[in-house]
C-alpha cells in the first residue's frame, strides 16, 4: 500500500494541473485507523506534499473514525456534505448502471427488479446509503447468479468423463494396446467438443435475474428470512410489538414504547433534527 501511494506522489509531482479522486477512501480509512502507521505517514505525505485538488468520496461513518482517531487529517479537508438520495433519484441511478452491469455480468434484468432493489436496499441495508446500497445488493446478486450459469453440470459430468478417459488412455499405453489408445483418443475429442458447444451455448444465453434471485441475495447479505423480505412494510410494522414480545420477557411496556416510537417514525410523525425516541 505505502508503495502504490510512493508511486502515485511521483507520477501526480510530474502530471501537468492533475486533479486526483479517491474513491471508497473508506477502505483507506480502515488501514489508517488501525495498528499500521505506516499506512497513516502515507495518506498524511499524500494530502501534505501535494499541492493540487484531491477529491474524496467518503462516508459519514468513516470520516467519524478519521475525526476521533487522525484529526490532523480531517483538519486537511473542506468538507461538503452530500445527502443520501431520494428512492426516485436511486431509482434513475440504478437504472444508469443496469446496463453497464448486465453487460459485465452477462446477465438481464426483469423489468421491476431497479424498483424492488432500491426498496429493499433502503429498508435492510442500513450501514450504506442509496444508491451505493442498491448498486452493492445487484451487483452482488448478479455476480450469484454469473457463478451458477458458469457452475454447469454438464460441464462437470464432461470433466469427470475426461479424467475418467485419460486414465484408460494412460492403462492402454502402458499396456502397448494401440487399437484401445486410438479409440480413446476419439472419445476423448468428442467429450471435448461436447464441452465447447455447452460453452459457446453458454456465452449466448444471459440469464434473467428475477425477483426471487434478488430476495435470496438479500436474505443472504443481511441474515432476514426470505419469507419476511416478501411481506410489505405495512404487515411487519402491524405484528412487530408480537414479535418483540416472543424474543424479550417481561417488558411488554417498553416494548410498546419503542413500537409506538417506529409506527410514528414511518407515517412521518418525527423531526429529523431529533431522534426516533428517547426512553
Keep these: ?143 450469484e447468479q454469473k457463478s451458477k450459469k458458469m457452475n454447469n453440470p454438464e460441464l462437470r459430468e464432461i470433466e469427470n468423463e475426461l479424467l475418467t478417459l485419460e486414465g484408460i488412455k494412460n492403462e492402454s499405453v502402458k499396456k502397448d494396446d494401440i487399437d484401445n489408445v486410438k479409440n480413446i483418443d476419439k472419445l476423448i475429442n468428442e467429450a471435448k467438443l461436447r464441452g465447447v458447444k455447452i460453452k459457446e451455448e453458454m456465452e449466448h444465453s444471459n440469464p434473467i435475474i428475477t425477483k426471487t434471485e434478488l430476495y435470496e441475495t438479500i436474505s443472504k447479505m443481511v441474515g432476514v428470512p426470505l419469507s419476511n423480505l416478501s411481506k410489505s412494510e405495512k404487515e411487519i410494522l402491524s405484528n412487530i410489538d408480537k414479535v418483540l414480545k416472543k424474543h424479550i420477557i417481561g417488558q411488554d411496556e417498553a416494548i410498546e414504547s419503542v413500537t409506538r416510537a417506529i409506527k410514528r417514525n414511518k407515517i412521518g410523525l418525527y423531526l429529523n433534527t431529533k431522534p426516533i425516541g428517547s426512553f
Aim: contains cysteine; hydrophobic residues 40%; charged residues 25%.
Design 1 to 143: 500500500f505505502e508503495g502504490h501511494v510512493s508511486e502515485l506522489i511521483h507520477d501526480l509531482k510530474n502530471a501537468v494541473k492533475p486533479i486526483l479522486f479517491i474513491d471508497n477512501f473508506d477502505s483507506i480509512v480502515e488501514q489508517t485507523v488501525g495498528d499500521r502507521q505506516s499506512s497513516y505517514g502515507a495518506i498524511y505525505t499524500l494530502f501534505t506534499t501535494l499541492d493540487i485538488p484531491i477529491i474524496v468520496n467518503i462516508t459519514s461513518k468513516a470520516l467519524s473514525l478519521l475525526r476521533r482517531y487522525k484529526p490532523i487529517i480531517v483538519k486537511k479537508f473542506q468538507i461538503i456534505d452530500v445527502d443520501e438520495l431520494s428512492e426516485k433519484e436511486a431509482n434513475v441511478a440504478l437504472a444508469y448502471h443496469k446496463k453497464e452491469l448486465e453487460n459485465f455480468h452477462k446477465i438481464q434484468y426483469d423489468d421491476d427488479i431497479i424498483d424492488l432493489c432500491v426498496k429493499l436496499s433502503k429498508r435492510y441495508i442500513v450501514d450504506k446509503p442509496l444508491p451505493f446500497s442498491a448498486i452493492e445488493v445487484l451487483d452482488q446478486c448478479s455476480a
